[in-house]
């Protein structure tokens, strides 16, 4: 892929060459105030170093996202008309990611790296380290994060939060599209406002606001809806567990009536398994959307439809109405 990527962009300098006085001379013809699609990034005088001869020919802009969330939310804003791509490869966790020498070298092909934040990326700073001058970095999280908790997207009012921080960097770095990204971007948010009010419905009315989760990552979905998140390990989802931890979380799901304990693709459930047992609970699934594999992606499952189903586990183990 990375290798693909390079040829293609040997290929497109090359023909570059090839084919500018042709170019130049239509562009002249169709454009006589100047093209208006030309992207005024820092980086469009030159690819990988190499310049080229004219700076109106266009280069498309590409986008690396660090996890699938900023992955669909940068796809979403700018559709067919720029690159996106996945840095993490399929299927792993994210919290744990390191990315290789070689991954990292991957990074030059790109203009934008949108990551969510330091605390859910740490590898960012090596990445700040490499003096990739071209590379933008984009913080999807800033001025949303609260304190150390990364899980913001799964508040879908912060995922619109991070689709307009995504929209504002691609429209600096190719205004020519900005009209077209900022549809996208306009089409995608009411998506999001629509699961927003899904969320609100369905978890009015419901017999209890508490539910046991294994990995701290509903801090921001909790208090948007007015529910508080019982768990069992730290923000990161394979910590240890304190000692005791387990004593104080049977005695609040006896107290809350709680009958349903949340585990999530990936991740061992053996300690989910053993709480629910203990208090004759249900295990469901509450997914963190941290990771769509190459099934998921098959099954066309989105951040939108795994939110869906999120809510639909919620309600069940909440006992909404
Ligand atoms: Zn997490």
Request: charged share 25%; hydrophobic share 40%; proline share 4%.
């Amino acid at each position: 892929m990375v290798t693909n990527n390079k040829k293609v962009v040997m290929i497109a300098v090359a023909t570059t060459a090839a084919v500018i006085v042709v170019l130049a001379s239509v562009i002249a013809i169709t454009t006589p105030q100047g093209s208006s699609s030309n992207r005024t990034s820092p980086t469009s005088e030159s690819i990988n170093g190499q310049p080229l001869q004219d700076t109106s020919v266009e280069e498309r802009l590409r986008i690396m996202t660090t996890f699938y969330p900023l992955y669909e939310f940068a796809k979403a804003v700018v559709g067919a008309r720029a690159d996106v791509d996945l840095f993490i490869p399929s299927g792993l966790e994210p919290h744990d990611w390191e990315p290789s020498a070689r991954d990292l070298e991957r990074l030059r092909d790109y203009h934008i790296l949108i990551y969510n934040s330091a605390t859910f990326e740490p590898y960012i700073d090596k990445v700040k380290g490499l003096g990739y001058d071209d590379l933008r970095m984009v913080e999807a999280a800033h001025g949303i994060m609260l304190e150390q908790d990364p899980h913001v997207w799964l508040d879908p009012i912060l995922a619109k939060e991070q689709v307009k921080i995504i929209l504002d960097v691609v429209t600096s770095m190719d205004e020519g599209n900005s009209k077209y990204y900022a549809d996208n971007a306009k089409a995608y948010t009411a998506r999001l406002d629509e699961l927003h009010a899904k969320f609100e419905e369905g978890l009015r009315d419901c017999e209890r606001r508490e539910f046991i989760t294994l990995h701290a990552a509903y801090h921001y979905l909790a208090s948007r809806y007015g529910l508080e998140q019982i768990t069992i390990a730290g923000i990161e989802p394979e910590h240890d567990i304190p000692a005791g931890k387990i004593r104080e979380i049977v005695d609040l799901a006896r107290e809350h009536g709680i009958n349903v304990v949340y585990a999530e693709e990936g991740i061992d459930d053996r300690l989910v398994r053993a709480l629910a047992e203990e208090i004759n609970a249900m295990v469901l699934i509450l997914s963190p959307i941290e990771v769509l594999d190459e099934e998921d992606l098959e099954e066309g499952k989105t951040y939108i439809t795994k939110m869906e189903e999120n809510l639909e586990n919620l309600r069940q183990g909440l006992g909404c109405r």
